[in-house]
């Protein structure tokens, strides 16, 4: 069940993934100085914005499943 979950979600993990790194190092190295802004003053917030993104983004590369419809 979860290697069907994998093989079918690949690429939106893909994105959830890079995407928390993606955000993890813009608060590194870019963030907020005066601790006010709410997505990039904390880590984890920016990890978590940073992978909804990545996740949104990836997946909409995701090709659809083909259903056929038998009458």
Same mark, same amino acid.
């Given at each position: 069940?979860? $290697?069907?979950? =994998? $093989?079918?979600? /690949?690429?939106?993990?893909? #994105?959830?993934?890079?995407?928390?790194?993606? #955000? =993890?190092?813009y /608060?590194?190295?870019?963030?907020? !100085? !005066? #601790? !006010?802004?709410?997505?990039?003053?904390?880590?984890?917030?920016?990890?978590? /914005?940073?992978a909804?993104?990545?996740?949104?983004? =990836?997946?909409? =590369?995701?090709?659809?499943? $083909?259903?056929?419809?038998? $009458?």
């Amino acid at each position: 069940m979860a $290697k069907t979950f =994998f $093989k079918r979600h /690949w690429l939106t993990l893909l #994105g959830i993934a890079i995407g928390a790194l993606g #955000g =993890f190092l813009y /608060w590194r190295f870019v963030g907020c !100085t !005066t #601790g !006010t802004c709410p997505i990039t003053s904390s880590p984890v917030n920016s990890s978590v /914005w940073g992978a909804i993104i990545g996740g949104l983004l =990836f997946s909409s =590369f995701r090709k659809e499943d $083909k259903v056929s419809i038998n $009458k």
